[in-house]
């Protein structure tokens, strides 16, 4: 069973533009949470989503939203990026709602971000 | 003041040593976990704790909820236990929303040479 991924890998932006970011769940994951990891800040959670519909939500501006397909997958977008945007941003996949469990979360590899 | 502070933030160990990795937070929790982040970002979930202990292999986790400390120890250790672990805490984010959140600890970066 293919593990999560995430593309891009690596992606380097400037300040002001807009960045998408894809995550493709294990087969059969439902639910798709997305995270930022800096080194000052750690991990921080963005937002979850399950069955399409964003199910919770971290402390991040609106310029950071995201969605979900019917097929599982999931995007992030960032708007207007500013330099404190870089960072490793991991998604996780479970099968039913992530926020319940982080143990049963799988982790992509990540996509690293840096807006210059 | 993070909600969550980990402890040390950096830590060198030779190949064999008994190594401690501690978490301490300030808020009400109902689960803690220890997770393992390794070069180039994978990361694994190894323990979930809310009382007690638990034990996997080289590898022991111990919550004492009272004091608000966990503590994750690694027996004989080896170059391969190399790799970021993080502390995270589980907290119930609201009635409203009725769902919990997790807060993050920065993590411990482990080196362990041969």
């Known amino acids: 069973k293919a593990g999560v991924t995430q593309t891009p890998r690596y992606l380097i932006k400037t300040r002001g533009q807009q960045v998408t970011l894809s995550c493709s769940p294990i087969s059969g994951h439902r639910s798709v949470s997305w995270y930022q990891q800096t080194p000052g800040q750690g991990l921080q959670f963005l937002f979850e989503?399950?069955?399409?519909?964003?199910?919770n939500k971290g402390n991040f501006p609106g310029r950071f939203s995201g969605r979900q397909f019917s097929n599982s997958r999931s995007e992030m977008n960032v708007s207007t990026l500013e330099l404190g945007d870089s960072a490793l941003y991991l998604c996780?996949?479970?099968?039913?709602?992530?926020?319940?469990?982080?143990?049963?979360?799988?982790f992509g590899p990540g996509t690293r971000l840096l807006v210059l | 003041k993070n909600e969550v502070e980990q402890s040390p933030q950096n830590l060198t160990a030779q190949e064999g040593e008994f190594i401690t990795i501690n978490c301490s937070y300030s808020v009400g929790i109902s689960a803690l976990h220890w997770l393992q982040q390794h070069p180039g970002g994978g990361i694994v979930s190894l323990f979930m704790l809310s009382s007690g202990k638990k034990k996997h292999g080289r590898l022991i986790a111990t919550i004492n909820i009272q004091e608000k400390h966990s503590s994750l120890h690694i027996t004989a250790s080896h170059p391969r236990d190399s790799a970021v672990y993080i502390c995270?805490?589980?907290?119930?984010?609201?009635?409203?929303?009725?769902?919990?959140?997790?807060?993050f600890g920065t993590g411990t970066r482990l080196k362990v040479l041969a």
């Open positions: 989503y399950f069955s399409e519909t964003q199910r």
């Open positions: 995270a805490v589980r907290s119930f984010q609201g009635e409203a929303s009725g769902t919990y959140k997790y807060i």
């Open positions: 996780a996949s479970t099968m039913g709602r992530g926020s319940l469990t982080l143990g049963a979360q799988y």
